[in-house]
Protein backbone atom coordinates (compact mmCIF):
# COMPACT_ATOMS: atom_id res chain seq x y z
CA UNK A 1 0.00 0.00 0.00
CA UNK A 2 1.39 3.65 -0.82
CA UNK A 3 2.05 6.21 1.78
CA UNK A 4 -0.87 8.19 0.31
CA UNK A 5 -3.44 5.43 0.60
CA UNK A 6 -2.39 4.47 4.09
CA UNK A 7 -2.86 8.28 5.11
CA UNK A 8 -6.03 8.76 3.97
CA UNK A 9 -7.08 5.07 5.28
CA UNK A 10 -5.28 5.86 8.65
CA UNK A 11 -7.67 8.81 9.44
CA UNK A 12 -10.52 7.38 7.75
CA UNK A 13 -10.38 4.82 10.50
CA UNK A 14 -9.14 6.53 13.76
CA UNK A 15 -12.13 6.98 16.08
CA UNK A 16 -11.10 10.16 17.61
CA UNK A 17 -11.10 11.84 13.87
CA UNK A 18 -14.04 10.30 13.30
CA UNK A 19 -15.96 11.35 16.67
CA UNK A 20 -14.58 14.57 17.10
CA UNK A 21 -13.15 15.89 13.69
CA UNK A 22 -15.34 14.43 10.81
CA UNK A 23 -15.19 17.61 9.14
CA UNK A 24 -11.39 17.66 8.93
CA UNK A 25 -11.17 14.53 6.98
CA UNK A 26 -9.61 15.07 3.68
CA UNK A 27 -13.02 13.86 1.38
CA UNK A 28 -11.52 16.52 -1.05
CA UNK A 29 -8.90 13.96 -2.43
CA UNK A 30 -10.31 12.19 -5.26
CA UNK A 31 -9.55 8.60 -4.97
CA UNK A 32 -8.12 6.59 -7.65
CA UNK A 33 -10.10 3.13 -7.60
CA UNK A 34 -9.20 -0.08 -9.82
CA UNK A 35 -12.63 -1.22 -10.27
CA UNK A 36 -15.59 1.12 -11.07
CA UNK A 37 -17.75 1.19 -7.77
CA UNK A 38 -21.11 2.54 -8.50
CA UNK A 39 -23.06 3.69 -5.09
CA UNK A 40 -26.68 4.98 -4.67
CA UNK A 41 -28.77 7.71 -3.22
CA UNK A 42 -28.97 7.67 0.63
CA UNK A 43 -25.18 6.07 0.84
CA UNK A 44 -23.41 9.53 2.00
CA UNK A 45 -26.46 11.64 2.65
CA UNK A 46 -25.22 12.60 6.21
CA UNK A 47 -21.80 14.21 4.77
CA UNK A 48 -23.60 15.27 1.67
CA UNK A 49 -27.00 16.29 2.31
CA UNK A 50 -30.30 14.98 1.22
CA UNK A 51 -30.48 16.69 -2.22
CA UNK A 52 -29.72 13.95 -4.77
CA UNK A 53 -27.28 15.81 -7.52
CA UNK A 54 -25.57 17.23 -4.31
CA UNK A 55 -25.14 13.42 -3.40
CA UNK A 56 -23.58 12.65 -7.10
CA UNK A 57 -21.31 15.54 -6.69
CA UNK A 58 -20.12 13.78 -3.59
CA UNK A 59 -19.91 10.68 -5.08
CA UNK A 60 -17.66 12.25 -7.86
CA UNK A 61 -15.57 14.08 -5.57
CA UNK A 62 -14.12 10.82 -3.42
CA UNK A 63 -13.30 9.37 -6.81
CA UNK A 64 -16.60 7.15 -7.40
CA UNK A 65 -16.66 7.29 -11.42
CA UNK A 66 -20.45 5.35 -11.67
CA UNK A 67 -23.94 5.72 -9.82
CA UNK A 68 -26.71 3.22 -9.53
CA UNK A 69 -30.46 3.80 -8.64
CA UNK A 70 -33.34 0.96 -8.47
CA UNK A 71 -35.73 3.53 -8.05
CA UNK A 72 -34.77 5.75 -11.04
CA UNK A 73 -37.64 4.31 -13.15
CA UNK A 74 -40.25 5.93 -10.42
CA UNK A 75 -38.32 9.46 -10.29
CA UNK A 76 -39.66 12.75 -11.94
CA UNK A 77 -38.73 13.63 -15.63
CA UNK A 78 -37.62 16.82 -14.09
CA UNK A 79 -35.34 15.01 -11.65
CA UNK A 80 -34.12 12.53 -13.90
CA UNK A 81 -32.92 14.95 -16.08
CA UNK A 82 -31.18 17.05 -13.68
CA UNK A 83 -28.70 13.84 -12.22
CA UNK A 84 -28.24 13.25 -15.96
CA UNK A 85 -27.06 16.93 -16.65
CA UNK A 86 -24.88 16.74 -13.37
CA UNK A 87 -23.68 13.08 -14.37
CA UNK A 88 -22.72 14.45 -17.28
CA UNK A 89 -20.88 17.09 -16.27
CA UNK A 90 -19.03 14.96 -13.53
CA UNK A 91 -18.21 11.85 -15.58
CA UNK A 92 -20.27 9.29 -13.50
CA UNK A 93 -22.12 6.90 -15.78
CA UNK A 94 -25.47 5.26 -14.97
CA UNK A 95 -25.40 1.93 -13.46
CA UNK A 96 -28.84 -0.08 -13.67
CA UNK A 97 -32.23 1.11 -12.82
CA UNK A 98 -34.94 -1.40 -11.98
CA UNK A 99 -36.56 -2.36 -15.61
CA UNK A 100 -40.45 -3.08 -14.05
CA UNK A 101 -42.68 -3.30 -11.55
CA UNK A 102 -41.54 -6.84 -9.47
CA UNK A 103 -44.12 -9.49 -9.05
CA UNK A 104 -42.84 -10.44 -5.20
CA UNK A 105 -46.55 -12.24 -4.77
CA UNK A 106 -47.23 -13.53 -7.68
CA UNK A 107 -45.71 -15.35 -10.69
CA UNK A 108 -45.40 -13.45 -13.56
CA UNK A 109 -42.97 -14.33 -16.14
CA UNK A 110 -42.80 -18.01 -15.12
CA UNK A 111 -46.71 -18.69 -15.42
CA UNK A 112 -46.81 -17.68 -19.16
CA UNK A 113 -49.59 -16.03 -18.69
CA UNK A 114 -50.36 -13.42 -21.68
CA UNK A 115 -51.43 -10.45 -19.59
CA UNK A 116 -48.57 -10.95 -17.01
CA UNK A 117 -45.55 -11.27 -20.31
CA UNK A 118 -47.89 -8.00 -21.66
CA UNK A 119 -47.37 -5.93 -18.79
CA UNK A 120 -43.54 -6.38 -18.07
CA UNK A 121 -42.71 -6.21 -22.21
CA UNK A 122 -44.86 -2.72 -21.68
CA UNK A 123 -42.66 -1.51 -18.75
CA UNK A 124 -39.67 -2.78 -20.84
CA UNK A 125 -40.77 -0.39 -24.01
CA UNK A 126 -41.03 2.49 -21.21
CA UNK A 127 -37.90 1.78 -19.13
CA UNK A 128 -36.39 2.55 -22.61
CA UNK A 129 -36.96 6.50 -22.41
CA UNK A 130 -35.30 6.01 -18.38
CA UNK A 131 -32.41 4.42 -20.17
CA UNK A 132 -32.06 6.91 -22.93
CA UNK A 133 -32.45 9.92 -20.59
CA UNK A 134 -30.05 8.81 -18.83
CA UNK A 135 -27.62 7.49 -21.04
CA UNK A 136 -27.84 4.14 -19.11
CA UNK A 137 -27.45 0.78 -20.72
CA UNK A 138 -28.39 -1.91 -17.89
CA UNK A 139 -31.74 -2.58 -16.43
CA UNK A 140 -32.21 -5.23 -13.90
CA UNK A 141 -34.73 -7.99 -14.57
CA UNK A 142 -36.45 -10.41 -11.33
CA UNK A 143 -38.63 -12.64 -13.36
CA UNK A 144 -41.16 -12.71 -10.16
CA UNK A 145 -41.95 -15.98 -8.51
CA UNK A 146 -42.30 -19.77 -9.22
CA UNK A 147 -45.59 -20.76 -10.56
CA UNK A 148 -46.03 -23.82 -8.77
CA UNK A 149 -48.79 -25.41 -10.23
CA UNK A 150 -46.58 -26.60 -13.12
CA UNK A 151 -43.22 -28.11 -13.50
CA UNK A 152 -40.31 -25.85 -13.80
CA UNK A 153 -38.72 -27.07 -16.75
CA UNK A 154 -42.30 -25.50 -18.61
CA UNK A 155 -41.52 -22.31 -16.15
CA UNK A 156 -38.47 -22.08 -17.77
CA UNK A 157 -39.29 -22.05 -21.19
CA UNK A 158 -42.16 -19.09 -20.64
CA UNK A 159 -39.66 -17.46 -18.78
CA UNK A 160 -37.22 -17.80 -21.97
CA UNK A 161 -39.61 -16.93 -24.57
CA UNK A 162 -40.60 -13.94 -23.15
CA UNK A 163 -37.16 -12.67 -22.15
CA UNK A 164 -36.83 -13.34 -26.40
CA UNK A 165 -39.32 -11.01 -26.62
CA UNK A 166 -37.76 -8.29 -24.42
CA UNK A 167 -34.45 -8.41 -26.44
CA UNK A 168 -36.16 -7.83 -29.67
CA UNK A 169 -37.58 -4.55 -28.34
CA UNK A 170 -33.74 -3.71 -26.71
CA UNK A 171 -31.65 -5.21 -28.86
CA UNK A 172 -32.21 -1.74 -31.44
CA UNK A 173 -31.28 0.71 -28.94
CA UNK A 174 -28.12 -1.55 -27.69
CA UNK A 175 -29.81 -1.76 -24.14
CA UNK A 176 -28.87 -4.66 -21.77
CA UNK A 177 -31.04 -6.53 -19.50
CA UNK A 178 -29.60 -7.74 -16.57
CA UNK A 179 -31.37 -10.91 -14.61
CA UNK A 180 -30.66 -11.29 -11.52
CA UNK A 181 -30.66 -14.62 -8.98
CA UNK A 182 -31.90 -13.32 -5.50
CA UNK A 183 -31.83 -15.51 -2.75
CA UNK A 184 -33.90 -18.14 -1.05
CA UNK A 185 -33.65 -16.50 2.80
CA UNK A 186 -34.48 -13.27 1.48
CA UNK A 187 -36.90 -13.59 -0.81
CA UNK A 188 -38.31 -17.35 -0.54
CA UNK A 189 -39.98 -18.51 -3.78
CA UNK A 190 -38.25 -16.59 -6.63
CA UNK A 191 -38.25 -18.35 -9.83
CA UNK A 192 -34.53 -17.05 -10.13
CA UNK A 193 -32.00 -18.07 -7.67
CA UNK A 194 -28.53 -19.31 -8.67
CA UNK A 195 -26.21 -18.51 -10.95
CA UNK A 196 -26.27 -21.41 -12.98
CA UNK A 197 -29.66 -21.14 -13.85
CA UNK A 198 -29.31 -17.65 -15.13
CA UNK A 199 -26.44 -18.77 -17.27
CA UNK A 200 -28.64 -21.34 -18.50
CA UNK A 201 -31.67 -18.57 -19.47
CA UNK A 202 -29.05 -16.63 -21.13
CA UNK A 203 -27.79 -19.14 -23.12
CA UNK A 204 -30.94 -20.31 -24.27
CA UNK A 205 -31.74 -16.85 -25.22
CA UNK A 206 -28.95 -15.60 -26.91
CA UNK A 207 -29.02 -12.45 -27.13
CA UNK A 208 -26.22 -9.67 -26.08
CA UNK A 209 -29.96 -7.80 -24.25
CA UNK A 210 -29.90 -10.39 -21.96
CA UNK A 211 -27.15 -10.98 -19.42
CA UNK A 212 -26.35 -12.18 -15.52
CA UNK A 213 -26.32 -9.37 -12.66
CA UNK A 214 -24.15 -11.29 -10.59
CA UNK A 215 -25.04 -9.76 -6.87
CA UNK A 216 -22.05 -11.00 -4.56
CA UNK A 217 -24.11 -11.16 -1.52
CA UNK A 218 -27.16 -13.03 -2.69
CA UNK A 219 -24.88 -15.89 -4.34
CA UNK A 220 -23.09 -15.79 -0.83
CA UNK A 221 -26.13 -17.08 0.55
CA UNK A 222 -27.60 -19.11 -2.27
CA UNK A 223 -24.73 -21.31 -3.42
CA UNK A 224 -21.21 -19.75 -2.23
CA UNK A 225 -18.00 -20.39 -4.41
CA UNK A 226 -18.01 -17.55 -5.69
CA UNK A 227 -15.10 -17.29 -7.47
CA UNK A 228 -15.62 -20.77 -9.41
CA UNK A 229 -19.20 -19.65 -10.43
CA UNK A 230 -18.26 -16.06 -11.47
CA UNK A 231 -15.77 -18.15 -13.73
CA UNK A 232 -18.26 -20.50 -14.77
CA UNK A 233 -20.60 -17.97 -15.78
CA UNK A 234 -18.07 -15.27 -16.89
CA UNK A 235 -19.75 -14.38 -20.49
CA UNK A 236 -22.72 -13.81 -19.38
CA UNK A 237 -22.11 -11.90 -16.66
CA UNK A 238 -22.19 -7.83 -17.40
CA UNK A 239 -22.86 -6.52 -13.82
CA UNK A 240 -22.08 -6.89 -10.66
CA UNK A 241 -23.29 -5.80 -7.23
CA UNK A 242 -21.41 -5.52 -3.85
CA UNK A 243 -22.89 -6.62 -0.29
CA UNK A 244 -21.53 -8.43 2.73
CA UNK A 245 -22.95 -11.49 4.34
CA UNK A 246 -24.58 -11.47 6.80
CA UNK A 247 -26.62 -7.45 7.22
CA UNK A 248 -25.60 -6.48 3.64
CA UNK A 249 -23.36 -3.54 4.21
CA UNK A 250 -19.82 -2.89 3.20
CA UNK A 251 -16.95 -4.83 2.55
CA UNK A 252 -15.03 -6.53 5.87
CA UNK A 253 -18.75 -6.05 7.92
CA UNK A 254 -19.28 -9.50 7.21
CA UNK A 255 -18.07 -12.52 5.68
CA UNK A 256 -17.07 -12.11 2.04
CA UNK A 257 -13.40 -11.77 1.53
CA UNK A 258 -13.91 -9.18 -1.17
CA UNK A 259 -10.11 -8.16 -1.79
CA UNK A 260 -10.19 -11.46 -3.50
CA UNK A 261 -12.97 -11.06 -5.54
CA UNK A 262 -12.58 -7.72 -6.48
CA UNK A 263 -8.81 -8.80 -7.48
CA UNK A 264 -10.43 -11.55 -9.56
CA UNK A 265 -12.53 -9.57 -11.02
CA UNK A 266 -10.10 -6.98 -12.02
CA UNK A 267 -7.57 -9.60 -13.33
CA UNK A 268 -10.32 -11.04 -15.45
CA UNK A 269 -10.31 -7.68 -17.27
CA UNK A 270 -13.98 -6.34 -16.50
CA UNK A 271 -14.33 -3.05 -17.45
CA UNK A 272 -18.03 -2.95 -16.20
CA UNK A 273 -19.42 -1.48 -12.82
CA UNK A 274 -19.65 -3.30 -9.52
CA UNK A 275 -23.07 -1.33 -7.86
CA UNK A 276 -22.61 -1.05 -3.93
CA UNK A 277 -26.24 -2.29 -3.15
CA UNK A 278 -25.63 -2.72 0.46
CA UNK A 279 -26.33 -0.74 3.29
CA UNK A 280 -23.90 1.13 5.91
CA UNK A 281 -22.78 -1.04 9.07
CA UNK A 282 -22.86 2.41 11.15
CA UNK A 283 -25.35 5.28 11.28
CA UNK A 284 -24.44 8.70 10.30
CA UNK A 285 -20.99 10.23 9.36
CA UNK A 286 -18.93 7.49 11.14
CA UNK A 287 -20.84 4.97 8.93
CA UNK A 288 -20.42 6.77 5.69
CA UNK A 289 -17.00 6.77 6.02
CA UNK A 290 -16.59 3.32 6.94
CA UNK A 291 -17.91 2.93 3.82
CA UNK A 292 -15.42 4.70 2.02
CA UNK A 293 -12.68 3.18 3.71
CA UNK A 294 -14.20 -0.32 3.38
CA UNK A 295 -13.89 0.40 -0.73
CA UNK A 296 -10.54 1.91 -0.73
CA UNK A 297 -8.68 -0.93 1.53
CA UNK A 298 -10.50 -3.83 -0.74
CA UNK A 299 -9.68 -2.53 -3.97
CA UNK A 300 -5.99 -2.06 -2.91
CA UNK A 301 -4.99 -5.38 -3.81
CA UNK A 302 -2.45 -4.35 -7.19
Not at 6 to 20: T, V
Not at 99 to 128: C, M, T, V, Y
Not at 249 to 274: H, Q, R, T, V
Request: charged residues 20%.
Amino acid sequence: MNRRKFNIIASLSSFGILKANAHKIPLNIAHQYNLNYAPHLGMFKTLAGNNPIDQLNFMADQGFRSFEDNDMRLRSVKLQEMMSNTMHQRNLKMGVFVAHDIAWKRPNLASGNIDEQNAFLNEIKESIKVAKRLNAKWMTVVPGLKDFSKNIEFQTVNVINTLKKACDILEPHGLVMVLEPLNFKSHPGLFLTESPQANTICKAVGSSSCKILFDIYHQQIQEGNLIPNIESCWDEIAYFQIGDNPGRNEPYSGEINYKNIFKYIYDKGFKGILGMEHGNSLDGKEGELKVIEAYQMADDFV
